[in-house]
């Protein structure tokens, strides 16, 4: 879900989303990002030396987080007991890592159990988030 619309296709123009799980059963969240596509390399052809690039949609359809406590309440409870929903979408690498964090100190998801966060790592270049 993206503002109360259901998500089918990602925009082509993002990279990625900061999104939010919910349990419906006990209200803990999850915040967390995911990129859209991933980079794959083929081998290179005959007599070439560079790698083959290309990229290939995500998971983010079936995506339940990376939290270990999440993931087995998933499985404990259902898919149904949980809802979904992109936070923002983001066009950089850069901006998802910074608008991630900025959401987790911002919620403050470390310092309460309504969070399934168990932990905050970002590193994040200033060059991939000012708008010139």
């Known amino acids: 879900m993206y503002q ?8 082509e123009d993002v990279v990625g989303f900061v999104y939010l799980i919910t349990n419906t059963t006990n209200g803990r969240m999850y915040i967390g990002k ?20 290309y990229k290939v949609d995500s998971d983010w359809q079936d995506y339940y987080g990376s939290s270990d406590d999440l993931t087995i309440d ?13 936070l923002f979408y983001c066009k950089s690498k850069a901006e998802l890592s910074y608008v991630e964090a900025r959401e987790q100190f911002a919620r403050k998801v470390l310092e ?17 988030i000012l708008k010139s």
């Not at 995911?34 to 690039?53: V, Y």
């Open 4 to 11: 109360g619309n259901e998500i089918t296709n990602m925009p």
């Open 34 to 53: 995911k990129l859209a596509r991933f980079k794959r390399s083929r081998p290179p052809l005959k007599g070439r030396k560079n790698k083959r690039r």
């Open 74 to 86: 998933v499985n404990k409870l259902g898919k149904d007991k949980f809802t979904r929903e992109i």
């Open 112 to 128: 309460t159990n309504d969070y399934y966060n168990g932990h905050i790592r970002v590193r994040v270049h200033g060059k991939g």
